[in-house]
Structures are given as structure tokens and as C-alpha cells.
């Protein structure tokens, strides 16, 4: 079984920026990739950025790209989600994800199906 942890959420203008961490545990090696996706109230999850654990191959969604920045630390087993230019619709619940299937093409992973294990979620909130 895989754990993982979100930590680094909180309440911030607009404008400004948060770093979120997702600390993966519990079953030995790496998930195939980890993503974040994020649920702002009345809405549905969405997908926000997700990293392949080996290559490295990165795919964001539109709203966020250039803005947002995924990573990963090997070492640590987690991942982190820096978040800048922050603004009042970046506003909900971000979770981390993992997954243990392989595809080869990394838009695959922007689907909340291609994930089989999520965090319990950190809030974030963006006051304009």
C-alpha cells in the first residue's frame, strides 16, 4: 500500500506563491508517476501537473502552465508543486496522486482514472 502525505497549503494574495510537498510511503520503489490535481468547491477535480517518476516527463494543465512548476525528489520519494502567480480561481483543495501503471504518452496521466492512490488534499487559498 501506498501513503502519501500533502503538506504546504495556505492562504496567500494574489500575486504571491506556495510550494506544496507530497511525501510518498509505504510500499518499497517509486510509483510510475505522481500528479496533482485540485477541487475548488462545487466543482469537479481537475487536473493541475503530473511528473514520471523515472524520465522525468512533465505534462500541465493550460490554466496553470507557467505559473506552476512540478517536481521531484528521488531521495525524498516526493514530489512538489511550486505555485506562483497565484490567483483567486487557483482557490481549492489540491491533491496529490501516484500511480503505478505505465503508458507511454504522459498526457495519460491528466485523467483521474490513471491514478491509484490520493492524499487526503491541503487547502489553498488565493485572496485577491
Known amino acids: 500500500q501506498v501513503q502519501l502525505i500533502e503538506s504546504g497549503g495556505g492562504s496567500v494574495q494574489a500575486g504571491g506563491s506556495l510550494r506544496l510537498s507530497c511525501a510518498r510511503s509505504?510500499?518499497?520503489?517509486?510509483?510510475?508517476?505522481m500528479g496533482w490535481f485540485r477541487q475548488a468547491p462545487g466543482k469537479e477535480r481537475e487536473f493541475v501537473a503530473a511528473?514520471?517518476?523515472?524520465?522525468?516527463?512533465?505534462y500541465y494543465a493550460d490554466s496553470v502552465k507557467g505559473r506552476f512548476a512540478i517536481s521531484r525528489d528521488n531521495a525524498k520519494n516526493t514530489v512538489y508543486l511550486q505555485m506562483n502567480s497565484l490567483k483567486p480561481e487557483d482557490t481549492a483543495v489540491y491533491y496529490c496522486?501516484?500511480?503505478?501503471?505505465?503508458?507511454?504518452?504522459?498526457?495519460?496521466?491528466?485523467?483521474?482514472?490513471?491514478?491509484?492512490?490520493w492524499g487526503q488534499g491541503t487547502q489553498v487559498t488565493v485572496s485577491s
Open positions: 509505504g510500499r518499497t520503489g517509486s510509483s510510475t508517476a
Open positions: 511528473v514520471r517518476w523515472s524520465l522525468g516527463s512533465i
Open positions: 496522486a501516484a500511480s503505478d501503471r505505465y503508458v507511454s504518452g504522459i498526457d495519460y496521466y491528466a485523467v483521474y482514472s490513471a491514478y491509484d492512490y
